[in-house]
């Protein structure tokens, strides 16, 4: 059934393909949101977004949106770089507005298609597995937008070269003079010929760089960004596994958990060197750096937080990651780092309610990663580290 559901999406505008979306949809307004869902992730539908019959454009939606006081805006799916002809338009609105999204779109294919994303990536609304954009990006978008909700030219030629280089590298070279355009009549400065180095280049100057986190999460499947990072001594293997950073979030303090947090961590195997404690500044400042500034619930009902305290742990006996970790965290280069994690959400998670559940634990997932947050963070603390380092191997 669920082959014939998903081919129905992909190719059926037969007149009994058309009953069945129709039904289908009947069915899914119907049903409680939550049950709803999860029926759309267990068919592989969920995310694949249609127009709800009774609007007959994005323009619609985003009326809807703005008359509720919610930012959002249209824009050219950047992971499409097509020359010759256009691309996609695609949705981008605020977390807070999904529940009013979700009433006019539909995983059924009763209408037009829609690409949707939400600021944070939530369920159904994310690319792949993260944000679309890193949401600082998402909203300036958002917030310069037209009055009839599309992105400003400016932006919109920012979004083209962020496409072309974060999301498919080498794939966009045959599109580099055409996208050199673009730079010109945006009044962007590039030197030419224009290369994706020289593209890098100008998104660092305009601020449109990802994070180096996001960065490494586009590496998995982006070869250039990869050996950019290899060569810079920032990709995973750089550094011998071991280390680790984590992040206690605000949910996490605010329900005075944070030694429940470091318990289970030591249970768990870790050792956790005294550090000096950062400054609220500090801490906020990490927030917009760390996990690519992005600190939504994620698949979780409640969100964590932003982080409000640092944890530097070392672990000197560290597991190599099953292939199904990897499947799931290609970063990953200790398996315990996810052990641990999960056994802490199962503590905090003990006695409360489903509608209530936080992710109130982030962590860098390799050595690489926790060794830029230390240098960052603490960077006359290396060498006392990397003394606990000797002194645990040795014991």
């Known amino acids: 059934m669920d082959k014939v559901l998903i081919q129905l999406h ?25 049950f709803s869902r999860r029926l759309a992730r267990k068919m592989g539908i969920e995310g694949r977004w249609y127009l709800a019959p009774g609007l007959g454009s994005l323009s619609e939606v985003v009326t809807r949106i703005k008359n509720k006081g919610m930012a959002c805006a249209l824009i050219d799916h950047p992971q499409y770089v097509q020359m010759g002809s256009a691309a996609p338009t695609a949705l981008l609105f605020e977390d807070s507005a999904v529940s ?16 949707a994303f939400s600021t944070t990536g939530l369920p159904g609304f994310a690319f ?49 003079p055409a996208i050199e355009g673009l730079t010109e009549k945006a009044g962007l400065i590039v030197t030419t010929p224009a290369t ?50 984590f992040y206690i979030r605000e949910g996490v303090v605010a329900s005075g958990k944070v030694d429940l947090v470091l318990n289970v961590l030591r249970r ?3 050792m956790l060197p005294p550090t000096p404690a950062l400054t609220r500044e500090t801490v906020r400042e990490l927030g917009k750096e760390v996990r690519g500034g992005n600190w939504g ?10 982080p409000a305290q640092v944890v530097v742990a070392y672990d000197r006996a560290p597991i190599a990651p099953t292939q199904a970790l990897l499947d799931q965290y290609p970063l990953l280069d200790n ?19 489903k509608a209530k559940r936080y992710n109130g634990l982030h962590s860098t ?31």
């Open 335 to 353: 398996g315990r780092i996810q052990i641990a994690k999960q056994a802490v959400r199962d503590a905090l998670h003990a006695r409360l309610p």
């Open 268 to 270: 768990e195997g870790f």
């Open 128 to 176: 792949g597995d993260m944000p679309l954009l890193p949401p600082a990006l998402a909203r300036l978008v958002m917030e310069n937008a037209s009055a009839d909700g599309w992105a400003e030219q400016r932006h919109r030629s920012l979004l083209t070269i962020y496409g072309a280089l974060y999301f498919l590298g080498r794939e966009s070279e045959p599109a580099l």
């Open 196 to 245: 994706l180095s020289s593209l890098d280049l100008v998104m660092e100057r305009e601020g449109w760089k990802p994070p180096i986190e996001t960065l490494e999460r586009l590496a998995v499947r982006n070869q250039w960004i990869a050996e950019d990072l290899e060569r810079r001594g920032e990709w995973k293997g750089a550094a011998a596994p071991g280390w680790v950073v």
């Open 100 to 115: 009013l999204v979700r009433t006019m779109l539909t995983n059924w294919p009763v209408g037009r298609p829609v690409h």
């Open 297 to 306: 619930r994620g698949p979780f009902p409640v969100s964590g937080g932003e």
């Open 10 to 34: 992909e190719t059926d505008r037969t007149p009994i393909g058309g009953f069945v979306a129709r039904t289908g949809y009947a069915v899914e307004r119907a049903l409680p949101a939550g």
């Open 365 to 395: 997932d390799n050595s690489v990663q926790a060794w830029r947050a230390i240098r960052s963070m603490y960077p006359r603390q290396e060498a006392a580290l990397r003394r606990l380092e000797r002194q645990a191997n040795d014991a």
